[in-house]
């Protein structure tokens, strides 16, 4: 069974340029998550998909991030415009949700370098 | 959730035992305890949850005290391999945010 897949897996941009991250969720998974990691810390949840809903985006910057999951399946993360502070790795995770605590599956992740 | 408070770091001779702490002394009757494990370079990986019985798979072990407010995962015979930092987290029932915190760097030694 294939994993989550994310791609670029290494970006580097100058800050003000817009950049976008993608995922694939695993086969059947409903639940979609992206994480942000900076160096040193633990990953922190930027915004959760319940198939094509953003139910939790309370810690998203919205005023220069969004996401999107059309068709409850692939999913998309933009920055623009990409700041100094923006460099991190960023995660996509998904679960299959039984009305209870289910195993999330992380993709190896984007390490985004703004310069 | 509550919060998690685990050792920055630990070391574990390869082939013996690694017995890696957590403590969760403000954790609720309905907040399960998770581990998870992150290789460098690659996304975490989840390993083992536990309510209050204590678990075993084919990855580790997971004993928590009879009061839930400390847990140990135990990984029987470290290899080179489960060299990795090891996030400990306790989450709400039907809560699917994962809370990780700075976990603890865990190094097998040849």
């Known amino acids: 069974e294939a994993g989550v897949v994310q791609s670029p897996r290494y970006k580097i941009i100058e800050k003000k340029q817009p950049v976008a991250f993608w995922c694939n969720p695993i086969?059947?998974?409903?639940?979609l998550y992206w994480y942000r990691q900076n160096l040193g810390q633990g990953p922190e949840l930027l915004i959760r998909?319940?198939?094509?809903?953003?139910?939790?985006d309370s810690q998203l910057p919205k005023d220069r991030f969004s996401a999107e999951r059309l068709k409850g399946v692939d999913s998309t993360l933009k920055i623009q415009p990409a700041e100094l502070g923006d460099s991190a790795v960023y995660l996509c995770?998904?679960?299959?949700?039984?009305?209870?605590?289910?195993?999330?599956?992380f993709g190896p992740g984007t390490r985004l370098t703004v310069t | 959730d509550a919060k998690t408070t685990q050792p920055p770091s630990m070391d574990c001779a390869e082939g013996r035992a690694a017995n890696l702490p957590c403590n969760h002394s403000?954790?609720?009757?309905?907040?399960?305890v998770y581990w998870y494990r992150q290789i460098h370079s690659q996304g975490p990986q989840y390993i083992i949850h536990?309510?209050?019985n204590n678990e075993t798979n084919e990855m580790a072990s997971l004993i928590i005290t009879e009061d839930r407010k400390s847990s140990t995962l135990i990984l029987p015979h470290a290899t080179l391999r489960d060299t990795a930092v090891y996030y400990c987290?306790?989450?709400?029932?039907?809560?699917?945010?994962?809370?990780f915190g700075t976990g603890t760097r865990l190094t097998i030694i040849p």
């Open positions: 536990g309510l209050k």
């Open positions: 998909y319940e198939n094509e809903e953003a139910v939790d």
């Open positions: 987290i306790a989450q709400l029932f039907g809560n699917e945010k994962l809370t």
């Open positions: 995770a998904s679960s299959f949700r039984m009305g209870g605590p289910g195993e999330q599956y």
């Open positions: 086969s059947g998974h409903n639940t």
């Open positions: 403000t954790i609720s009757g309905n907040e399960y």
